[in-house]
């Protein structure tokens, strides 16, 4: 059975890339490009794991997390945050907040993050920046 995906991204190249590979794996996409929108369908849709970039219009990936986190139907669904963000104190708050892994894009190619994911689609968690 296939595992259902939300990326929550505004940078439309990273999400075209990333959908492209893991939609042919065992993957169905959803996604969104702002965190208003990527929270509505977190709720709706309840996907098995949420990809989340920090910096977005209307609501930034911080204010996504805490609110999925409160929220007693999306509080359990893994976050990988995937961002451009590496200082210490945004990586501590991440982490505070609920999620799962954060990675920082620059530092994983392609394959690693789509190794990550498939990690914590069956249940390993690891913190990485």
Not at 52 to 74: H, I, R, W, Y
Not at 118 to 127: L, N, V, W
């Amino acid at each position: 059975m296939k595992k259902t995906l939300l990326f929550i991204e505004d940078e439309s190249v990273i999400h075209k890339t990333l959908s492209d590979v893991l939609e042919g794996e065992e993957y169905d996409i959803i996604s969104a490009l702002d965190g208003e929108i990527g929270l509505r369908m977190a709720k709706e849709k309840h996907p098995d794991l949420i990809l989340l970039d920090l910096v977005m219009p209307k609501m930034n990936g911080f204010e996504v997390l805490e609110a999925l986190k409160k929220e007693e139907s999306t509080r359990d669904i893994p976050v990988i945050v995937l961002t451009n963000l590496e200082q210490m104190e945004d990586i501590q708050k991440a982490i505070d907040l609920g999620a799962t892994t954060y990675l920082v894009k620059s530092n994983y190619n392609l394959n690693e993050v789509v190794a990550i994911i498939e990690k914590a689609t069956k249940g390993s968690a690891e913190y990485a920046s």
